[in-house]
């Protein structure tokens, strides 16, 4: 079955560094792959979406690959600020061909002053 | 600003109660989501609707869960009767007509059965 696997461990990084974050799927190929940010006791928010004929995507600070042939997206926060503390969401669409997003369980991260 | 809304926000319920969500996607998404998320298991992706059809509803224990949309502002998830297991953070997330699916969450009700 399709797995979906970010690093579980919190992402500690210092203000005003790059802060890349793993997404890694296995056993399917999706046709898309979205990111989101959860901040405490708040709901995913969109961010980017890349899809698999695209290898990066960009968007202000961010930027997102997509590797099909390492079964690997990386989203990167460069000049990263405090604020940009939180969890990091992967969603590639379901196997299946719903393009109904599947979320992986994210990734802490946490830039500090 | 468009927002989807939920309600209520916390709730605390007994064991064997039953418990209603309720969501009001944005106007003009055709679909809606309903997820569930714990430390345990992330977000979990329980049912979701297009144009209020049901077409997936697989991750839903169907024994005690049920979702409907009666029209196209409001969508209910029922859970009858709750059990302790059931605590977490149900999310409502609504979407538009892109194959892509980006999703629009609400704010969440946390429910804990006691």
């Known amino acids: 079955s399709q797995k979906i696997e970010q690093n579980s461990e919190a992402l500690n990084i210092q203000e005003g560094k790059t802060a890349t974050l793993t997404c890694n799927y296995t056993n399917y190929s999706p046709a898309y792959l979205q990111w989101y940010r959860q901040d405490p006791g708040r709901g995913p928010v969109f961010l980017l979406l890349?899809?698999?004929?695209?290898k990066e995507k960009r968007k202000e600070r961010l930027k997102v690959t997509f590797d099909t042939t390492l079964k690997q997206s990386l989203f990167h926060i460069t000049a990263s600020q405090p604020a940009d503390s939180a969890t990091y969401l992967c969603?590639?669409?379901?196997?299946?061909?719903?393009?109904?997003?599947?979320f992986g369980r994210g990734t802490s991260l946490i830039v500090h002053p | 600003d468009a927002r989807v809304t939920q309600t209520p926000r916390h709730k605390v319920t007994e064991m064997g109660q039953e418990v209603t969500m309720r969501c009001q996607p944005i106007?003009?998404?055709?679909?809606v989501f309903w997820y569930r998320q714990t430390m345990m298991q992330g977000l979990e992706l329980l049912a979701y609707?297009?144009?209020?059809?049901?077409?997936?509803d697989s991750g839903m224990p169907k024994d005690r869960f049920s979702a409907e949309m009666p029209d196209a502002t409001l969508a209910t998830l029922k859970i009858q009767p709750s059990e302790p297991r059931d605590s977490a953070v149900y999310f409502c997330a609504s979407g538009g007509t892109s194959a892509y699916n980006e999703q629009f969450f609400g704010p969440g009700t946390r429910l804990t059965v006691l």
């Open positions: 106007l003009g998404h055709n679909t």
């Open positions: 609707f297009r144009n209020r059809a049901p077409l997936d």
């Open positions: 969603a590639p669409d379901s196997s299946g061909g719903s393009y109904i997003p599947t």
């Open positions: 890349i899809r698999e004929n695209e």
